[in-house]
């Protein structure tokens, strides 16, 4: 496997990443990708007095992804998620996250988020940074991207990229239960892109 | 023979009864309260796992003292009522055994993970992952054998109440 063997002669991510978009190289300069539930996860998880770690995830939510096969770093997204489609696996806790104290999707049916690559991190992965748009309120974002896997698939390669940020969610006019829920919210992205 | 149980059965006795009646109506608050109210419904869940938990403890140490120490003498009661008393405690014992093995057992398998502690000190090991289809089938075993156990408590209070206005020494048999 290319990745593999990338990585069995020490070569650094930053060379191992224009490498994994090689072949769509001769097709086309940029390339852009629709990601959906289909394709993609958007995950969410929050401490609770210190002591366990509740996990939701959105149901619906549409983006798009544009990368530059030649320059990984210069990469472009941006996406919107239907708030009401919020799933978490406790009775009750999904209604209230669409609950005024939460989402409150009534009036604010939809988040949006967009962002670009911004370097190669130390850690052999890239950084996004951009904005997040909750509760028509919107405060700048970051996220810890890296290549998760490359596996061969009857379409051709699948990569499978996730990125990691963290929210807080008191920025965006979310104090419910803050005696209970922890104001950081970690939120992990999973993208398996056909290339 | 005494005709008395012995200080420690007796203590252990009430300390069961009143912990099986908090637990009971700890769970019928923790159902009650609203997903909005998080801490307190957190909170009833885990003085329920607790206090349950706690039941169950009690209950070990009962029966290895009524292992050591023989039923006191009871007069007063015909051999069949005896014998019926008997199926009655030994149905409680095993209740009070199964319900919060069942209870720890049905918060593992419940697809949102939460840990089981006591009094939110002492973690509890969990030996289950969540498991929706165990869940829908173990939550309502749990709650069926609770309320049978309640029915046999009441049964059993009633029928103590019953056979002490009838002269029968239950209660001096079983004081605090």
Known sequence: MRRAHLQRMGLPRRVLLPALFAPTIARAQRNTWLLNQDNAEIAFSARHLGLFTSQGRFTRFEARLELDATRTTDALVEGRIETTAVAIPFPGAEDTLRSEAYFHTARFPEARFSGRAAGITDAGGFTITGRMRIRDIEQPFTMAARLAERRPDPRGDVARFTATGRVQRSAFGMVADRNFTADAITITVGVNLLV | ?176
């Not at chain 2, 206090?51 to 051999?79: C, D, E, K, N, Q």
């Not at chain 2, 009070?96 to 009094?119: D, H, S």
């Not at chain 2, 309320?147 to 004081?175: D, N, Q």
């Open chain 2, 1 to 176: 023979m005494s005709d008395a149980w012995s200080l420690a059965q007796r203590r252990l006795h009430w300390w069961s009864a009143a912990l099986v009646v908090l637990t009971g109506a700890l769970a019928v608050l923790m159902v009650w309260l609203p997903f909005s109210q998080m801490l307190a419904k957190f909170l009833a869940y885990q003085l329920h796992k607790t206090f349950g938990l706690l039941v169950f403890s009690v209950v070990l140490v009962r029966l290895v003292l009524r292992a050591r120490h023989p039923a006191p003498a009871l007069t007063g009661l015909s051999p069949g009522v005896r014998r019926l008393a008997g199926i009655g405690q030994a149905g409680m014992y095993a209740l009070l055994l199964a319900v919060p093995i069942l209870g720890w057992l049905t918060g593992q398998a419940a697809a949102g993970p939460v840990p089981t502690t006591i009094f939110l000190v002492i973690p509890v090991p969990h030996v289950l992952d969540p498991n929706p289809a165990l869940y829908a089938w173990l939550r309502p075993v749990h709650q069926v054998a609770a309320y049978t156990l309640l029915a046999l408590a009441a049964v059993h209070a009633a029928l103590a109440v019953k056979h002490h206005r009838e002269g029968v020494p239950v209660f001096r048999r079983m004081r605090w």
